[in-house]
Antibody
Framework: EVQLLESGGDLVQPGGSLRLSCAAS????????MSWVRQAPGKGLEWVST????????NFADSVRGRFTISRDNSKSTLYLHMNSLRAEDTAIYYC???????????????WGQGTLVTVSS | EIVLTQSPGILSLSPGERATLSCRAS???????LAWYQQKPGQAPRLLIY???TRATAIPDRFSGSGSGTDFTLTISRLEPEDFAVYYC?????????FGGGTKVDLK
C-alpha cells in the first residue's frame, strides 16, 4: 500500500524559512515524479512544484519560483520542499503526491499524503 | 496558462439522484490529460478519474468521466451518502498544471 507522510509544517514569521518532508513507502519511489500541491484555508487546490524521478528536472508555479526549491533523496524515499522568504499568502496545507501519466514531468496527482499545515504570521 | 472553470459552484441533490459536474477549459487540453478529484472535509484529495474517462484504482463504476477539447463532465450515476464532497478537475497537458475552482455536491 502506498503511504505518503508529510511533516515539517509550523508557524513561521513572514520572511522566514521552513523545510517540509514527505516520507514515502509502498512503491518504487525513484520511478515516480513527485509534487507538492497546496490548499489555502477554505480555498481550492494549487500546484506548487514537481520533481522528476531522478531529481534532474524541477518545475515551479510562478507564485513560488525563486523562493521555493524541491529536492528528493531516493535512498531515503523522501521528498522535500525548501521554502524561503515566506509570505502570508503561503499559508496553506501542503500535500505531497505521486505524479504520473502525462508527458515528461507533467502528470495527475495520486496517491496523496494527509498534508502538513504551514502558517505564515507575525 | 489553461484556466479551468467548474460549474455549478454548488449542486444540491438527494441520495439516489444523478450528479453532472462540468469543467470547461480556456484552451484545448492536450492528449486527454484531464483528471477529477474528490475531497471530503478534513481529508486529502483522492484521484477519481484520469485521462478524461479512466477510473482510478478502487473507484466505483457509478463515477464516470467524459468530454474532449475544452469541455469535460464528471457524472455520478446514483449518489451515495459518501459521495457528498467537493470535486476538482485538473489538467496535466501543459504547464503550469492547473485545477478548477471546485464543485461542492451537498445534501438537498
Amino acid at each position: 500500500e502506498v503511504q505518503l507522510l508529510e511533516s515539517g509544517g509550523d508557524l513561521v514569521q513572514p520572511g522566514g524559512s521552513l523545510r517540509l518532508s514527505c516520507a514515502a513507502s509502498g512503491f518504487t519511489f525513484s520511478s515516480d515524479a513527485m509534487s507538492w500541491v497546496r490548499q489555502a484555508p477554505g480555498k481550492g487546490l494549487e500546484w506548487v512544484s514537481t520533481i522528476s524521478g531522478g531529481g534532474e528536472v524541477t518545475n515551479f508555479a510562478d507564485s513560488v519560483r525563486g523562493r521555493f526549491t524541491i529536492s528528493r533523496d531516493n535512498s531515503k524515499s523522501t521528498l522535500y520542499l525548501h521554502m524561503n522568504s515566506l509570505r502570508a499568502e503561503d499559508t496553506a496545507i501542503y500535500y505531497c503526491a505521486t505524479t504520473r501519466g502525462g508527458t515528461g514531468w507533467y502528470g495527475r496527482f495520486g496517491p496523496w499524503g494527509q498534508g502538513t499545515l504551514v502558517t505564515v504570521s507575525s | 496558462e489553461i484556466v479551468l472553470t467548474q460549474s455549478p459552484g454548488i449542486l444540491s441533490l438527494s441520495p439516489g439522484e444523478r450528479a453532472t459536474l462540468s469543467c470547461r477549459a480556456s484552451q484545448s487540453v492536450s492528449s486527454r490529460y484531464l483528471a477529477w478529484y474528490q475531497q471530503k472535509p478534513g481529508q486529502a484529495p483522492r484521484l477519481l478519474i484520469y485521462g478524461v474517462s479512466t477510473r482510478a484504482t478502487a473507484i466505483p463504476d457509478r463515477f464516470s468521466g467524459s468530454g474532449s477539447g475544452t469541455d469535460f463532465t464528471l457524472t455520478i450515476s446514483r449518489l451515495e451518502p459518501e459521495d457528498f464532497a467537493v470535486y476538482y478537475c485538473q489538467q496535466y497537458g501543459s504547464s503550469p498544471l492547473t485545477f478548477g475552482g471546485g464543485t461542492k455536491v451537498d445534501l438537498k
